[in-house]
């Protein structure tokens, strides 16, 4: 079966399977089962077919940095189960907090909320583009129009509505200063995506009504330009962003797709999350 068949295919069948469950019991169990959700017509266990990885930081006050100026992140017990039957731990952060995806009203007034997006806008074919060694020698690094048009030319068209994801190499200096790297004024020092390179993006419909930027850093926009260009021009339409990933090693830089979840606020401006790969097992 060729790559895009089963990928077409896996796509459609997690339709069916998400639909089957949606519908009950009965029409669930109407497949064959072996332990793993089967897909009907393939008699294919679903984790045969996908390898699920997850993008995300483990959430810790410990060693989660904090965006400068963003609300204290705080961790404490709220019951045990010694004193009262049950554990539980009270939370108190900001929505972008650690891992997370911001939704359009985070950068544009009248922007659509979290909780007026839809699953489709959360669930998106991904590529990951390596700029870990001209992160190493500039920590300001801008990607470029000629980036995107090389990482084309040597892996082919980037799909419309895609999650573009930058592996910078960041997330090895989670939990350190050398995350936040501010400089003696405060100024934060991250790569990032240029303007003008997120605008060829939408430009040509990698970005489309939906889509993404993902990185392993705070954020998509270049850590040391406080006016966001980036984040304005990607926070329109469905559009979202996918920030603080790790374990981006784990993705392909092609065929695999992100699957976000988190918590839906109401009028959210996004949510900490644990974000998917979702990756086609070829044959």
Do not use: C
Not at 89 to 99: A, I, L, M, P, Y
Not at 186 to 203: C, K, M, N, R, Y
Not at 217 to 244: C, M, W
């Amino acid at each position: 079966m060729k790559r895009r068949q089963l990928i077409r295919r896996v796509g459609t069948a997690l339709a069916v399977v998400a639909g089957a469950r949606l519908a009950g019991p009965a029409v669930a169990q109407a497949a064959p089962g072996t332990g793993s959700a089967d897909l009907p017509g393939f008699g294919i266990p679903l984790d045969r077919l996908l390898k699920i990885v997850s993008l995300s930081h483990i959430n810790d006050p410990a060693t989660t940095p904090i965006f400068p100026g963003d609300p204290e992140f705080v961790l404490e017990t709220a019951a045990t189960v010694a004193e009262d039957g049950y554990y539980l731990q009270n939370v108190k952060e900001g929505e972008h907090t650690g891992s997370h995806w911001g939704a359009p009203a985070h950068f544009q007034e009248g922007g659509l909320t979290a909780d007026q997006l839809v699953p489709e806008d959360l669930f998106l074919p991904a590529v990951k583009i390596d700029i870990r060694e001209q992160s190493a020698a500039d920590a300001d690094y801008a990607v470029t129009v000629a980036d995107l048009q090389a990482w084309e030319s040597a892996n082919g068209r980037i799909p419309s509505g895609a999650a573009v994801v930058l592996w910078t190499g960041w997330e090895s200096r989670w939990g350190t200063d050398a995350y936040v790297n501010a400089d003696p004024d405060g100024v934060t020092h991250q790569p990032g995506f240029s303007a003008e390179a997120a605008q060829w993006l939408i430009d040509n419909g990698r970005l489309a009504a939906r889509g993404a930027l993902g990185t392993d850093t705070f954020g998509p926009d270049v850590g040391n330009d406080e006016t966001y260009p980036v984040s304005v021009k990607l926070y329109d339409q469905h559009r979202i962003s996918l920030e603080n990933l790790r374990n981006l090693a784990a993705l392909p830089t092609t065929g695999a797709y992100v699957l976000v979840g988190g918590a839906i606020n109401r009028a959210g401006s996004g949510s900490p999350a644990t974000i998917f790969g979702v990756i086609p097992r070829l044959p």
